[in-house]
């Protein structure tokens, strides 16, 4: 009889970032037209990844006075 590993269990569902969830074809788009370490590469993905950021701290919300 196989024993069911129940420690996964109890660890919290993980948020998933739609922001994230949406680069990832670019990314891999960029892997798959670039040579391993190429500095072509490291500037995409750089670039991908700041502008990311970006686009998270735009969609913050923002303090208000109240």
Same mark, same amino acid.
């Given at each position: 009889m196989i024993e069911r590993d129940e420690t996964?269990? @109890?660890w919290p569902a993980a948020e998933v970032d739609?922001?994230?969830m949406a680069i990832c074809p670019l990314i @891999?788009?960029?892997?798959?037209?670039?040579a391993?370490?190429?500095? @072509?590469? =490291?500037a995409a993905l750089s670039d991908v990844l700041h502008i990311a950021e970006r686009i998270k701290q735009a969609l913050a919300p =923002?303090?208000?006075l109240n």
């Open positions: 996964d269990a @109890e739609p922001i994230n @891999e788009h960029i892997l798959a037209v670039t391993d370490g190429s500095s @072509e590469r =490291k =923002k303090p208000t």
